[in-house]
């Protein structure tokens, strides 16, 4: 005699089982879209937090996120810095405009 149930009960079961791991995945995809969608807002919002703090940030050159981050870049490099100081003999607009806060020292 055999211990194995009859082939209907096991097709039965994948089929419960299959169904089971369909909303499973269902879910998991949902919430990961979730997730991946809040990350973009969150992100969005820094940028524009960013082109609000940055003097030029309201620049139409520079709406993009992606010329944002660039100029930013570019900018707390120093690499604009160096070719235009050398031309005009003096540090680039965007340069002189970053202020960095610097904490008082204790003496």
């Known amino acids: 005699m055999s211990t194995t149930p009859p082939e209907s009960e096991i097709d039965q079961g994948d089929q419960e089982h299959d169904a089971h791991l369909h909303e499973v995945y269902q879910r998991n995809r949902f919430k990961k879209n979730q997730r ?4 973009r807002l969150e992100i ?3 940028f524009d937090r ?12 520079y709406k ?3 010329m944002i981050l660039a100029k930013a870049i570019e900018v707390l490099s120093g690499s604009a810095a160096g070719g235009e100081e050398e ?11 970053m ?5 008082p020292q204790e003496k």
């Open 36 to 39: 991946d969608h809040l990350r």
């Open 44 to 46: 969005s919002a820094l």
């Open 50 to 61: 960013l082109a609000e703090l940055l003097p030029w940030g309201q620049d139409y050159r």
């Open 64 to 66: 993009s996120k992606a």
């Open 87 to 97: 031309k005009i003999g003096q540090a680039p607009l965007a340069a002189r405009q």
């Open 99 to 103: 202020v960095f806060y610097t904490p």
